[in-house]
């Protein structure tokens, strides 16, 4: 999504002053990221995203299709897409630096029936309706003397895409030139940047009042028309008092708010946040197949019963998410085998404790090198000793603990001794304790035989994961 800029109707601005403006219940989701989430999506009117990231034959998608509007430039083509090969070359212009892609001859018929027949009918035949329109003001950076051709032909363009689908839905970023022409044709308008923004630099800033008079100016013809109108703002922080703040503003203005990061790859804010019900759930692919994994034959069901949504990833091919807040309300580490980059993973488990988020790592740490890696949770290690011969004795047994076969302790290289820890399974051993289950201040642990055993063909809980799992990740009761 681009800015451009245009200045008209002064009479159409005192006739929508004249409309009511009040808060929308309406709410919308503008996220271009290839891991989407239903769960954070399915609460919103208005679902903007890059066609290309989601899969059209899975039950989120035929949930909320209706809803769904499907990424498409039609001022500007990207050398990423993969139409780009096939666009002919006189359908080119300039190239816009600040996104590397090349404005479009929107004059041109044989572009516009490329676009329509090579682009949207495809994306109608995989199960898209409705669409969003991109860069529709681009032909304002060619000469002027361009741009009634230009703007004539963005118009037949998106007429045509009515004319083929009427049952389908658009929505316009910007396009305030057009707006009077084809209101009949189109549902929403959005617009970017309304009390903050991005500068040439795309660096985020506040707008001024004359921006925003200018804006109010343009949308007018939106709101005679009766049109959605979705503002998107940008911040750095999409959940802190400024933003929430942001959110109720443009409320009061009329619009369905949004309050995007600049890159529009995270979850962000609008009239209606979803519950977080999700649980990421990490575990090792080169062991064998999701369905046969312990965290999905025994780690779902609990978590489903408590009203949550495990959301399996194999951490071979997963990178960790940078705002994983935003969307998960905890993290359970079902490690049963050496995580790649133990260091990255453990820093990642106590930035995301001072935004919210905890994690339980249940049945192993992912390594080997406790005493190495252990100290960056807070967890001292100290040697023990692998003899079965020494006496160790259970000081501290938590009710969670021993819910379905008694506890029996074993021995381990290792002694844990986490810092301002509760612990759950505390035993001694020469003189030493060592907690093998505890609640910590980034989640919390239960390792081993602490966790869950095997007897026979049957695995037994240990640890009641009802009350551990509400525990170590600080779950609220869901219906």
Not at 9 to 29: F, H, N
Not at 98 to 127: K, N
Request: charged share 25%; aromatic share 12%; with cysteine.
């Amino acid at each position: 999504m681009k800015p451009s800029c245009c200045n008209k109707r002064l009479l159409l601005l005192w006739l929508a002053l004249l409309l009511p403006i009040t808060a929308t219940a309406k709410s919308a989701l503008v996220y271009y990221g290839d891991d989407l989430s239903w769960n954070m999506a399915g609460v919103h009117d208005y679902i903007i995203i890059q066609p290309d990231h989601i899969a059209t034959d899975t039950h989120g998608f035929r949930t909320y299709a209706d809803r769904v509007y499907a990424y498409v430039s039609l001022g500007e083509a990207e050398p990423s897409r993969e139409y780009f090969k096939r666009l002919d070359p006189d359908w080119l212009f300039e190239e816009n630096k600040a996104w590397q892609s090349r404005i479009t001859d929107l004059s041109d018929p044989d572009y516009r029936r490329f676009m329509l027949e090579e682009v949207i009918a495809p994306l109608h035949a995989q199960g898209f309706r409705n669409f969003f329109f991109d860069t529709l003001d681009s032909y304002r950076k060619l000469d002027r003397k361009l741009w009634e051709a230009q703007e004539a032909g963005l118009v037949e363009l998106i007429r045509a895409v009515h004319r083929r689908f009427p049952e389908g839905r658009l929505v316009l970023n910007r396009g305030f030139g057009i707006i009077d022409t084809v209101a009949d044709a189109v549902t929403a308008i959005l617009f970017e940047s309304y009390y903050r923004g991005l500068d040439d630099r795309l660096e985020y800033a506040p707008l001024n009042e004359a921006d925003r008079q200018w804006l109010d100016a343009m949308l007018a013809p939106a709101r005679v028309h009766g049109l959605d109108i979705i503002a998107v703002d940008y911040l750095a922080d999409l959940h802190g008092d400024e933003a929430h703040q942001d959110v109720k503003a443009l409320e009061a203005k009329g619009f369905i708010p949004y309050i995007a990061d600049k890159h529009l790859m995270r979850y962000g804010l609008s009239s209606r946040e979803a519950v977080r019900r999700e649980i990421l759930a990490l575990y090792d692919g080169d062991l064998y197949p999701a369905h046969f994994q312990g965290v999905h034959q025994f780690g779902s069901m609990p978590l489903e019963y408590l009203g949550y949504v495990p959301v399996l990833k194999d951490f071979r091919h997963y990178a960790l998410p940078e705002h994983p807040e935003e969307r998960f309300a905890g993290v359970l580490l079902w490690m049963e085998s050496d995580y790649p980059r133990p260091a990255a993973l453990f820093d990642w488990v106590t930035r995301n404790a001072e935004h919210g988020l905890f994690t339980l790592f249940f049945r192993g740490f992912g390594t080997d090198e406790l005493a190495q890696y252990l100290p960056l949770l807070q967890i001292a290690v100290k040697p023990g000793s692998t003899a079965y011969s020494v006496p160790r004795t259970i000081e501290t047994r938590a009710p969670m603990i021993g819910l379905e076969a008694p506890v029996r302790i074993m021995p381990h290289p290792w002694l844990l001794q986490p810092r301002d820890a509760t612990p759950l399974l505390r035993y001694r051993e020469e003189g030493v304790d060592s907690d093998l289950a505890a609640i910590t201040p980034w989640g919390g642990y239960a390792l081993g035989e602490s966790s869950m055993i095997e007897f026979g063909p049957d695995n037994l809980w240990v640890a009641d994961p009802f009350r551990l799992f509400v525990r170590a990740l600080r779950l609220p009761p869901l219906p």
